[in-house]
Structure formats: C-alpha cells, structure tokens
C-alpha cells in the first residue's frame, strides 16, 4: 500500500533531519526496518533494506560512534561529512517522492538537502563551541544524544510521521537560533569582548 503523499512529505521532513545529525545510523534504521516489514517503502527506496547497504551503515555507523566521540577528530569527521550527510538527505528525499510530480519531487529534494543542512550545521556548530572544553564527557553526551536523536526520529517517522514531522520542524527552529547563539558567541570570544552573551 502505497504511503498518502502528505505523509511521505512528513516523513521526508523528519528523515531528513535525522540524516543531518547521522547518516548512517538513519540509512541503517530505515534498512532493518523495511528489512523486517515494519516499514513498506516505495519501491525506488527498496536499495536501503539490502543487507549489504544495511551492514556498510551499521560498520560506518561504529567507525562514527568513536570518532564522532573524540574532540578535535569529531570536528574533521563531522567536516567531511558535510559532503555525504546532506547530499545523502537529498537523495534520500529524491527517491521516496517519486510518486508526487516532478515539480514536488524537486521541492522535496531541496528541503531534504536544506533540512539535512541545518541538522548538520547546528551539531557542527554546537561541537565547535563545546571541543575546547578540557573535559570530555560534554562531547561524549552530546554525540550520544544525537545518535540517538537520530535512529528515534527516523523510527517515529515510520509510525507517527506527522508527530515526527512536529518535532523535526521544533528542532530546526531551535538549531537556527542555537547556530545564531554559538557563532556570536565565537565571534565576541574571538574579538576577546567580554560583553554577556544574549540570544
């Protein structure tokens, strides 16, 4: 049974998100969950349930479960990834819209990408400013969290899209003011003002 188009659109939403903070971990959830006939995906997304496209995720996802957890290597990960997550997202986003017409299909292909953008830009910003701490246990948490965030969101998108959906678009509004935040913040810090922080 085919997913109703304003659905497929929330879940796109949330997936894409989820791909922002982690690729492989939201690939690797949607797999197992087609794999397992939880989810029944369009046919052009049949690729993510192969086992072989499951497994290279579940390998990449533990590669990325230490390195991302590691200051200084998680910034140089999370910049590569720049190339992969976002680009990912909009394939993603590209290939579970095929139903709707091409003119949509672009439009979701372009909000996958931006969406997966922002996720991504928030958590790179947020790690630019929380590295320089001596301690790593902020790290370590932050990374687990979004790890977390992401296999969560991608397994609700699947169930309640539209409560996903919610969510996801809260959480971007909150990344914009939150990238807003740590980049003046790096930038006062940088120019060595002491003037309070205000977001």
Do not use: C
Not at 130 to 157: C, H, K, Q, R, Y
């Amino acid at each position: 049974m085919p997913i109703p188009p304003n659905q497929l659109v929330a879940m796109v939403i949330a997936v894409s998100f989820a791909s922002g903070l982690n690729v492989y971990a939201t690939v690797a959830t949607l797999g197992l969950l087609s794999h397992t006939r939880w989810l029944v995906l369009p046919a052009s997304l049949h690729l993510v349930s192969d086992w072989r496209v499951i497994a290279a995720s579940l390998v990449l996802f533990g590669i990325g479960f230490f390195a991302d957890k590691i200051p200084a290597l998680d910034l140089i990960w999370n910049a590569l990834h720049t190339f992969i997550r976002v680009p990912v997202a909009a394939l993603l986003a590209y290939q579970a819209t095929t139903s709707l017409t091409p003119g949509e299909q672009l439009v979701a292909t372009l909000a996958g990408g931006t969406i997966a953008f922002i996720a991504h830009g928030g958590k790179t910003a947020v790690r630019a400013a929380v590295t320089p701490s001596p301690e790593p246990f902020s790290n370590i948490a932050l990374s687990m969290g979004e790890d977390f965030a992401a296999v969560s969101l991608t397994w609700l998108a699947t169930w309640a899209p539209y409560i996903a959906a919610g969510i996801a678009v809260l959480l971007i509004v909150i990344t914009l003011l939150m990238i807003r935040f740590v980049l003046r913040s790096l930038r006062w810090l940088f120019r060595g003002k002491r003037k309070p922080v205000t977001a």
